[in-house]
């Protein structure tokens, strides 16, 4: 074996390159999904003899639309799930399930299914606050949807880092499914018979073939009852181009082929200029599932672009006129109520408080800091309302520690000493650097960790010097660091080591982008909004990390802010949130409402300090972002 160098001939089957001795033919490789059949008039039919798509030698039945009869015809859908899968969902779960069936397959009841699905229902959206069980709510779904249609296809589209995470959740639910990662350069050993005898063979040879494995996970997805997972950047490259062959083949099976879409954080794709929206637009079935606890992000326009992803043909018919009603929200107070009466029948919403009848509560903070005096000369030189990126960044960095710009030309002459190190490790240079440490400092008697975002990397990682130089605390042990370079595996060994209890842990630094929708930081209750940003959704995500089922405590959040610019993102924020109450709540909102469910013990013992009182100008209770 070790002197044969092997390859596939998709007409032969794995063959010696040297001797062109054939080891495993290709029937015992890929046997054809169907014999070709054609009518009279030489066209393919589709219910009788599928129409086939050949990718290198490789056969796949077209499943543009699939014509598949029900299995089951007596009872409802919740005979088709697991015995003990119900008395496990909550009751917004409950109501999801059969939401997402009325919406994709017209009803519950399984006399009802008798015909053979057709594309006429369209898709739906999944609303759910974030940590809120979407993602066990969309498996329990697909099981029962595969037992009376195995033949669906579903795809589940998600950014890559969740991939894993739904993996793992087929794998704690013994989900009896196999669950084929595409992005996974690894067979995972779901894939069909044939599959052991390739990979025994090629991995004899010492060597790995992409294409082949991508192809073999493709292949046991569209030959048997199984789900397809893929991210959306591998979506947008397989599907992308014009090139023909291998290319050409593999965007007809992503296109053609899926009878179910689920999009895991949906939102993604909510810019019509993306690569990823046009992708998504291609896909021929209208049988989608959109889950995403913030589906409004924005704007408006935004949203309508989220809509179209879901149901191409509602939002088309529809267009002009959420043109002229979203053009006259701020005029027109009915203008939210008429677009949420419009897009109620195909969203699932829930309200916030379903985490409440399981979870200790929330609190909500802002922190009004005093700048000291080098943070109050250097903001003046900055508008008063920045209007660039560079000049928000600056407010952003300026606010945290004025080392921090020490290097920037503009600053280089007046805070030049604060690029000596004992400068940079000073907090009380900077006051929100000098409440973050302070914080931290206090949640170690009560055992509470914390969780500082940013969506700027130098504070973060200045924060980890300060604690290191302080506190002699080391990264991998007392501090946890998280950003998109994050390699998958490492991110995942930080997350289980926060939610340890018996770990070390402190503090996690994260950039607020590297900690998306499926993620879980249980293990931390404390949170610290190091700058505000213009997108509320992003700030609901990363606070949902903490606040979510499983969670044992109050989560305490702090947004502490030193300029007027800050305080104004956050009410634009508030309005923002508000539009998202309107248009995807359940239930009726109130543009300023109290959530403070809870004491602060250690925010109060630092504003009553004698040491620490001089830092803070006010405090207000804020609108809980989540």
Same mark, same amino acid.
């Given at each position: ?13 794995l063959?010696?390159?040297?001797? *062109?001795?054939?080891l495993?033919?290709?029937?015992y ?16 039919y +589709?219910? #009788? ?20 009869s029900p299995v089951?015809?007596?009872?409802t859908?919740?005979?088709?799930v697991?015995s ?7 009751p917004h779960? @409950? ?5 997402m ?10 006399e @009802? ?9 369209g898709?739906?959206?999944i ?32 950014p ?13 639910? #013994?989900?009896?499914?196999?669950f084929?990662?595409?992005n ?8 069909d ?9 090629l ?8 294409q ?12 048997s ?5 893929? =991210?959306?950047?591998?979506?947008r ?8 062959g291998?290319a050409k083949?593999?965007r ?6 899926p ?9 993604? &794709? ?6 990823v929206?046009? !992708? ?9 599932i959109?889950?995403s ?6 704007n408006?326009k ?7 992803v879901?149901s191409?043909?509602?939002a ?10 979203? *053009?006259?929200?701020?005029?027109? &107070?009915?203008a939210?109520?008429?677009l ?5 029948p ?23 800091l ?24 600056l407010?952003s ?5 004025? *080392?921090l710009?020490a290097?920037?030309? #503009? ?7 604060l690029?000596?190190?004992r ?13 973050v ?5 206090? +949640?170690g008697g009560p055992?509470?960790?914390? /969780? /500082? ?9 200045? /924060? ?16 946890l ?14 997350i ?9 842990v402190?503090?996690?630094? &994260?950039s607020?982008? !590297?900690?998306?929708e499926?993620? =879980?930081?249980?293990? !931390? ?6 700058d ?14 903490a ?16 300029s007027k ?7 634009q924020?508030? @309005?923002?949130n508000?539009? =998202?109450?309107?248009?995807l ?6 543009m ?10 250690i925010?109060?013992s ?15 209770h804020?609108? +809980?972002?989540?």
């Amino acid at each position: 074996m070790g002197n044969h160098h092997l390859v596939l001939d998709e007409q032969i089957g794995l063959i010696c390159k040297v001797c *062109s001795h054939v080891l495993l033919e290709i029937k015992y490789i890929f046997p054809p999904f169907a014999e070709r059949t054609r009518g009279r008039n030489g066209r393919k039919y +589709c219910r #009788e003899s599928p129409s086939l798509l050949d990718v290198d030698g490789f056969r796949f039945s077209d499943s543009s639309t699939f014509q598949d009869s029900p299995v089951y015809e007596e009872g409802t859908v919740w005979d088709l799930v697991p015995s003990n899968a119900k008395a496990t969902m909550f009751p917004h779960q @409950r109501g999801g399930f059969e939401f997402m069936w009325k919406n994709i397959a017209g009803d519950i009841i399984l006399e @009802r299914l008798r015909e053979p699905l057709s594309d006429s229902k369209g898709g739906c959206i999944i609303s759910h606050p974030p940590g809120t069980g979407k993602t066990r709510l969309t498996i329990v779904f697909l099981q029962s949807f595969l037992k009376m249609f195995p033949k669906c296809r579903p795809v589940i589209i998600a950014p890559s880092n969740l991939l894993l995470n739904w993996e793992a959740e087929f794998h704690k639910w #013994e989900v009896d499914i196999p669950f084929h990662n595409l992005n996974n350069k690894d067979f995972s050993f779901q894939e069909d018979e044939a599959t052991a005898s390739v990979f025994h063979c090629l991995s004899h040879a010492g060597r790995k073939n992409p294409q082949l494995i991508r192809m073999v996970k493709l292949r046991s997805w569209a030959k048997s009852k199984s789900v397809l997972g893929i =991210s959306y950047d591998l979506f947008r490259i397989l599907t992308g181009g014009d090139g023909d062959g291998y290319a050409k083949g593999i965007r007809e099976i992503l296109l053609k082929l899926p009878g179910l879409l689920i999009l895991e954080e949906g939102h993604t &794709a909510r810019n019509e200029q993306s690569l990823v929206w046009k !992708a998504l637009k291609k896909v021929e079935t209208e049988k989608r599932i959109l889950l995403s606890g913030t589906p409004f992000q924005n704007n408006i326009k935004e949203l309508y672009n989220t809509l179209y992803v879901v149901s191409p043909k509602f939002a088309s018919d529809l267009e002009q006129k959420w043109a002229s009603l979203s *053009s006259s929200i701020d005029k027109n &107070a009915r203008a939210l109520e008429e677009l949420r009466d419009i897009i109620s029948p195909f969203v699932h919403r829930c309200s916030e408080n379903v985490k409440k009848v399981s979870l200790p509560g929330i609190r909500d903070t802002v922190i009004h800091l005093k700048p000291t005096d080098l943070q109050k000369e250097l903001l003046k030189r900055i508008p008063e309302n920045p209007g660039s990126f560079y000049e928000q960044n600056l407010v952003s960095l300026i606010s945290v520690h004025p *080392s921090l710009v020490a290097k920037r030309k #503009e600053f280089s002459e007046s805070v030049s000493h604060l690029k000596e190190q004992r400068c940079r490790l000073d907090p009380d240079i900077g006051v929100k650097m000098k409440f973050v440490v302070e914080l931290i400092k206090l +949640c170690g008697g009560p055992k509470e960790r914390v /969780i /500082i975002f940013s969506q700027l990397l130098d504070p973060l990682n200045l /924060i980890k010097e300060q604690l290191n130089s302080l506190f002699s605390w080391t990264l991998g042990r007392e501090i946890l660091y998280m950003d998109g370079k994050l390699d998958v595996k490492q991110r995942q060994l930080s997350i289980n080591s926060l939610n340890d209890p018996n770990s070390d842990v402190k503090v996690l630094l &994260a950039s607020i982008k !590297a900690c998306s929708e499926g993620i =879980s930081l249980i293990g !931390a209750s404390r949170v610290v909004l190091l700058d505000v940003l213009w997108n509320p959704s992003v700030q609901q995500q990363a606070i949902s990390r903490a606040y979510r089922n499983g969670q044992t405590k109050v989560v305490h959040v702090y947004n502490p802010v030193i300029s007027k610019w800050e305080v104004d993102k956050i009410e634009q924020q508030m @309005r923002k949130n508000y539009h =998202s109450d309107v248009l995807l709540s359940r239930n009726e909102v109130k543009m300023d409402p109290s959530r403070s469910v809870s004491e602060d013990n250690i925010l109060e013992s630092m504003v009553k300090h004698e040491s620490l009182r001089h830092i803070f100008e006010k405090l207000s209770h804020a609108p +809980c972002t989540t």
